[in-house]
């Protein structure tokens, strides 16, 4: 049974895998005040952990080769979105034994906020499977807190034909981190800001000004 995660011994997941149709490029790798939006995910991540895990599907290799400080990991299908991407991060982390639990963030929401993450940590239990916050009346599955217990049982939902990952989340079961809860740390939900086409990055300005 999964204990309650202590300081340092949560690793990191960073979903890449996805095809940016809409951003026009790799928006993961897209450069935001000076670094990529991937880039600014790393560096918001509570430290110390373990590791840092990079999911990405096989032919995106070449163009992330010089990403430092992470580990590749490869088969997500970006056309079937992150489920299968999580489920092989939580794999891995388990057959390695890097850590219990793990972070599970896009690479594509570069105001993440460490103490909000750090505070849903704090709060899991022995037997949650995962911790995912709320924010405006939505489920944020991809700033969330995982087990890696949780991967056996995602990929059985998929298994079964399942390829929501919220939908999969459900059927599991996990602890709701309240929007309240949020605001704590984050007022104005800018962690969950994800950015999908060049206009959010100067509506991003805009917010920020």
């Known amino acids: 049974m999964a204990e ?3 300081s340092g011994t949560i690793a990191a997941v960073v979903l890449g895998g996805g095809h940016s149709r809409r951003f026009g490029q790799e928006k993961g790798l897209a ?9 600014h995910v790393l560096q918001r991540l509570p430290q110390p952990r373990p590791g840092t895990l990079l999911v990405l599907r096989t032919e995106q290799e070449e163009t992330w080769a010089n990403q430092a400080g992470v580990s590749l990991i490869h088969d997500h299908d970006g056309h079937e979105g992150p489920l299968r991407g999580v489920i092989r991060a939580l794999d891995h982390l388990k057959t390695s034994g890097l850590s219990d639990w793990a972070w599970i963030l896009a690479c594509d929401q570069p105001l993440i906020n460490a103490k909000l993450l750090q505070a849903m940590a704090a709060c899991a239990s022995a037997t949650d499977f995962a911790i995912v916050p709320e924010w405006e009346g939505r489920l944020q ?19 079964q034909g399942e390829t ?13 981190f309240s929007e309240d809860d949020c605001r704590k740390h984050d007022s104005q939900g800018l962690g969950f800001k994800n950015i999908n086409r060049p206009a959010d990055l100067i509506e991003l300005e805009r917010i920020l000004k």
Not at 142 to 159: M, P
């Open 4 to 6: 309650r995660p202590a």
């Open 141 to 159: 599955p991809l700033s969330g807190l995982y087990h890696v217990g949780a991967g056996d049982r995602l990929r059985a939902c998929h298994e």
């Open 31 to 39: 450069i935001w005040r000076g670094l990529s939006l991937v880039d």
């Open 164 to 176: 929501a990952l919220v939908r999969a989340l459900e059927t599991i079961g996990f602890q709701k």
